[in-house]
């Protein structure tokens, strides 16, 4: 990602979040010590676990958008109504910026590997099978990798 000119625009999160369940399942990914609310390091360790170089000011930008009882932390109703928010572009923008995330090596495909490589960055225990599974349930052209029209696909779930 190049440094944005207009850095105090923050992006909403890279995925359609169907339900509310799929909304706390995220949350607790982020709040990583399970006690109800995610911290600036939290979130910044997260970040950097997907591949971002997100600056302290960029943080603190996030924090003060999403945090809206201002007391420096995300509860899971912020977080929800973060989830939720308009991005304006029906979020492909934010959906490409998600795939770029776990496509390490840029060669517009997610393998195996780079699901792998991410899935324990953020602390799943999974197996490469694990992974392979998961890339055979949404390859459509069977070329054992994930596209950037395939990962929309799946995480738009056909909605517009």
Do not use: W
């Amino acid at each position: 990602m190049s440094p944005n000119e207009n850095s105090n625009v923050v992006t909403k999160p890279s995925m359609y979040l169907q339900d509310m369940s799929e909304v706390e399942k995220v949350f607790q990914r982020f709040d990583t010590n399970g006690d109800g609310k995610i911290s600036s390091d939290e979130l910044s360790g997260v970040m950097h676990a997907l591949g971002s170089t997100t600056s302290p000011d960029e943080i603190s930008r996030m924090m003060e958008e999403i945090d809206s009882d201002k007391d420096g932390f995300i509860n899971l109703q912020e977080f929800a109504d973060f989830c939720k928010a308009d991005t304006g572009d029906g979020g492909v923008g934010e959906l490409k910026e998600a795939f770029e995330m776990y496509d390490e090596d840029g060669d517009g495909a997610i393998s195996i590997g780079e699901l792998h490589l991410i899935l324990t960055r953020l602390g799943e225990d999974c197996t490469l099978q694990d992974c392979e599974k998961m890339i055979k349930s949404v390859d459509a052209d069977g070329d054992g990798s994930v596209s950037f029209a395939e990962f929309k696909q799946m995480m738009t779930n056909n909605k517009k």
